[in-house]
């Protein structure tokens, strides 16, 4: 017979979308359901690693007056930081000089201290990885998926990209309401550096006239055609909407023309609060307005919304996507799972194994109803 | 008994260069450092081990290859439809280096290798006639070199006996004893001023900076007959104001073997390490100081060394 956990904790890795104290709020609801004490920790798993950082504590115990009001809420109720990566935290020696140590086993040896039985962690893409390397090591752990890009394979629906893309939509309306004013051609650029859902459905949304996608190379030759048609029709604006992954067809000049050594390096190699990785946010959508300018003789500009969109209250879906993965991360735990992703596939929430979810993107397939839903729109894909 | 030659963990040698000691010079890049600093123009050289690097565009896909797939002991290699060439998943990648030589179009390699005193030195002295018309030698740099200080020791008191010009490049943020075994082999010592302040320094490159002028300050009065070169990284918006290059002036002044104090324009880093590699574009947060600000600051210096007009180069 399992054992059932009564104390867990809940700590959040990657950064904050809507939607996220949703989750919180389920997971808490639902352990009290079962007479279980569900504690929060701050920033990633800071607040177990480095108590001495917080006044008031690292913990947060996450009774049920405080969840009362929290699901629709945007405030970081675990913190803003959200660093979960254990296995290199920077630190300074005692000779002063900066190293990035594996602090895992200091982190599991505090969980156990604490007398936490099992960890709820919200995951991203680079967390995901982080538990799953955590669980190898013996940490019972079931994870919920967060992505603003819906990138995560193994589930439908990762909380926060519904509210991602409501405001992402408002934006994009608004952009090209701004284009109509000043007879210009906006180019924004929004988040998905490896899967085109957010430019794609957003785009398709408010009818853009060409979304550019990292899973279609694009041809630019082919959305100026489109765009030069436009003032002959009397419309002389446009709006193009790129997501920052998007790349041209072969041969044609690179989007980012970035540093290849640097490029071809680990993002933890490079460091990520050295501020040394990489940030290819507005480059796309500069390089691509540019050379639309070019191309169509028509003034461009471009925007990028970038993290903007991942603030704010989230959607009712993703309120209600948020208390089911949160509640449904406890009722795993109630059944004794360890090492799973909670993985929205309707009609319902599966429990896949950790080792299934990794190393997968959840990108655009050719055959999408939402590539076919373009086409049909008249909008360029670029290809 | 016979002991073995120390090795280095060498990340590049990089032939012909121009800005860093007199002459041309050959840099020898070591990896290690104990600073983190935000602008680091070579981060590749950070860590102490070799790091793996791939670099998609060599990559032929899954479909013709996918051999690092197999040799990968991780997991840590992927792909992605309809991509058919191969991804990395850094988290679970250990830089064990077994996906390399089963990487035929070599997308994959190392950044990093430990080599012996002799091997960079055969490889430093290719460029010798550059060395005796110029009046150049060698120059070990990072990273931190002084981080492997048996190494360098070795690798300049060998470069010596072969009657070359040595050089080294420090931020000095290394215990006094590793100052002390590489010192005595090294005709200019080109250090680092970063940021005076030392909660500054501690914000932007991750320590105070207490040891590393506590370091320098010995280093001028032990090595009376050494050249030093005190340097500045100038990154706008961090330190390109007049006061820290004030207190280095003052810092330095006093004492006769600190000849110069040169001022690197941020942008020149990519300049002078990258180029080789062809396309070089920096997308950091930092912008080029203006050659207003530069010319400024630089009048400050000349002012300070009795020199009536810049000795040093503008920037292109």
């Known amino acids: 017979m399992t054992t059932q956990p009564k104390r867990i904790a809940i700590a959040n890795g990657g950064g904050f979308v809507p939607g996220l104290n949703a989750v919180v709020t389920g997971a808490a609801r639902a352990a009290q359901e079962l007479g279980w004490e569900l504690v929060g920790i701050r920033d990633g798993f800071d607040g177990l690693l480095h108590p001495d950082r917080y006044p008031a504590g690292g913990l947060v115990p996450l009774s049920a007056p405080l969840v009362e009001h929290l699901s629709g809420t945007a405030g970081p109720v675990l913190g803003a930081g959200a660093r979960l990566d254990p296995f290199h935290v920077r630190t300074v020696t005692a000779d002063n000089s900066v190293e990035e140590t594996d602090r895992s086993d200091a982190l599991l040896q505090a969980l156990r201290k604490e007398a936490f039985n099992a960890v709820i962690a919200i995951v991203d893409t680079h967390a995901l990885n982080v538990v799953f390397k955590l669980s190898r090591k013996g940490l019972r752990a079931v994870c919920v998926p967060k992505s603003a890009e819906n990138q995560i394979a193994a589930t439908h629906l990762s909380f926060g990209f519904n509210s991602v893309l409501s405001f992402a939509v408002d934006m994009l309306d608004r952009a090209r309401q701004a284009a109509e004013a000043v007879g210009k051609i906006g180019v924004v650029e929004v988040l998905g550096e490896h899967a085109g859902w957010l430019a794609l459905q957003a785009g398709t949304a408010v009818c853009a006239d060409a979304i550019l996608i990292p899973e279609i190379p694009y041809d630019l030759a082919k959305v100026a055609e489109k765009l030069r048609k436009k003032p002959q029709a009397g419309r002389p604006y446009g709006l193009v909407v790129v997501a920052e992954g998007a790349a041209p067809t072969a041969g044609q000049l690179a989007t980012l023309p970035v540093n290849p050594v640097r490029a071809s390096l680990s993002p933890g190699a490079t460091g990520h609060e050295g501020g040394q990785v990489i940030d290819p946010s507005g480059q796309v959508a500069a390089t691509v307005a540019s050379q639309l300018q070019r191309l169509t003789d028509q003034e461009t500009y471009p925007l990028t919304l970038g993290a903007l969109v991942k603030a704010g209250a989230p959607t009712a879906v993703d309120r209600q996507l948020g208390l089911a993965y949160g509640a449904a991360a406890v009722r795993a735990l109630q059944e004794g799972q360890a090492g799973v992703l909670i993985a929205f596939q309707p009609p319902e929430l599966k429990f896949v194994p950790l080792v299934e979810a990794i190393n997968k993107i959840r990108t655009v397939p050719g055959d999408s109803v939402f590539i076919q839903a373009a086409r049909s729109l008249g909008i360029s894909l670029g290809d | ?316």
């Not at chain 2, 900076?209 to 090595?223: G, Q």
């Open chain 2, 1 to 316: 008994m016979t002991t073995q030659p120390p090795t280095g963990m060498v990340l590049n040698i990089q032939h012909f260069c121009t800005h860093d000691g007199p002459g041309i010079r050959t840099n020898v890049f070591l990896k290690f450092c104990s600073l983190r600093c935000k602008w680091c123009s070579n981060p590749e050289s950070i860590h102490p081990k070799s790091e793996l690097a791939y670099n998609p565009s060599k990559c032929i896909g899954t479909k013709e290859c996918g051999l690092c797939l197999k040799a990968c002991p991780e997991s840590a290699i992927f792909t992605v439809d309809p991509d058919v060439k191969v991804r990395i998943n850094w988290d679970l990648c250990t830089n064990c280096g077994k996906c390399v030589p089963a990487c035929p179009p070599q997308a994959l390699s190392l950044f990093g290798h430990e080599m012996t005193v002799e091997e960079v030195l055969d490889a430093v002295e290719q460029d010798g006639t550059f060395y005796r018309e110029s009046g150049g030698g060698i120059t070990v740099s990072g990273g931190e070199c002084l981080l492997q200080p048996d190494f360098t020791a070795a690798l300049l008191a060998g470069a010596h006996e072969r009657g070359i010009n040595t050089a080294i490049e420090t931020a000095g943020n290394v215990p006094w004893a590793f100052m002390e075994k590489v010192l005595p082999h090294v005709d200019t010592v080109l250090h680092d001023h970063k940021l005076t302040d030392p909660v500054r320094h501690k914000k932007w490159t991750g320590v105070d900076n207490a040891r590393i002028l506590a370091n320098f300050k010995k280093a001028y009065e032990t090595f009376p007959e050494k050249t030093f070169i005190a340097r500045t990284p100038l990154i706008p918006g961090v330190n390109d104001d007049e006061e820290h290059i004030r207190s280095v002036l003052a810092f330095i002044r006093p004492h006769k073997n600190v000849v110069d104090y040169e001022l690197l324009p941020y942008f020149r880093f990519g300049e002078s390490k990258y180029g080789f590699l062809g396309r070089v574009y920096e997308l950091a947060d930092f912008q080029p100081p203006t050659p207003e600000s530069l010319a400024r600051l630089r009048a400050i210096i000349d002012e300070a060394f009795g020199r009536t007009g810049s000795q040093q180069p503008e920037p292109e």
